[in-house]
């Protein structure tokens, strides 16, 4: 359990000291401070990290996200996913070759932890332009995941908007009747980010803060001794295009959720 909250703590507190260099253009940060030592020694808690970052949201970690509801098609909706999906396809191809993606600028986040279910290569420069205006061509992260062979595979890629971004604006980019937008969303951490100690406060089973907490209020992380964090960086959606050609499986990036947001 210490293993999973020291592994927790370590990404939050990843998150959320870059979010002060983010904020000014609400794009992910790419360079993450070094982490708790022994945190990727555990497999489980590693996986419980994987998925507070962007995997399969149940339980506390689905009080913390926050999704778009799927609407019904309208004209011309599916067309135009399947014309950013065959743009997004040509444009990164050339990426399937991780150190391309290296060399044109993309960074991995969070390299200390190897066994994460999606790794993340993110382009600075790219989520900056993202807050401001949508390219197919221009996604934010590139995502691979490890074959068999421990080889990292491209699979697809992440846009980015940013936190003001409306319903509309975020259907303008990506229809949303075929793929739902995500947001990291009202999270506690210690009132000292790099406090080690309360990183690994625990109470019924459960930390008291970070992604895995059941606190997901304002009041109760007062409460808790906490600083409350609204939202964590803007809105995000992946676009699986090298894993099939069905749209399910292109724009289902697992995240999963409590309810869907609609205005």
Sequence with gaps: MRDTMRAVATVTAMLLLAVPAAAQHDHPETKPPTPTAGAESDSSAIAQVDAAMGGHAT???????????????????????????????????????????????????????KNQRVFHFTHSGKAIRNSFSFDAARPTSLLYKKDEQGELRLVGAMYTAPKRATIAQLDERIPLSVGSWHRHVNICVPKRIRDKTAWLKAKDGAPVFGPLSPIASESACTEAGGRFIPQIFGWMIHANVFEGDDPKVIWGDDHGSSGGHDH
């Excluded at 799927?70 to 050339?94: E, F, H, N, W, Y």
């Design 59 to 113: 339980g506390n970690m689905a009080l913390h996200m926050d999704m778009t509801s799927l609407r019904p098609a309208v004209a011309g909706d599916s067309a135009r996913a399947a014309r950013i999906v065959s743009t997004l396809r040509a444009s990164i191809a050339k990426y399937r070759d991780p150190e391309a993606a290296v060399k044109d600028g993309y960074r991995l986040f969070a390299p200390h932890l």
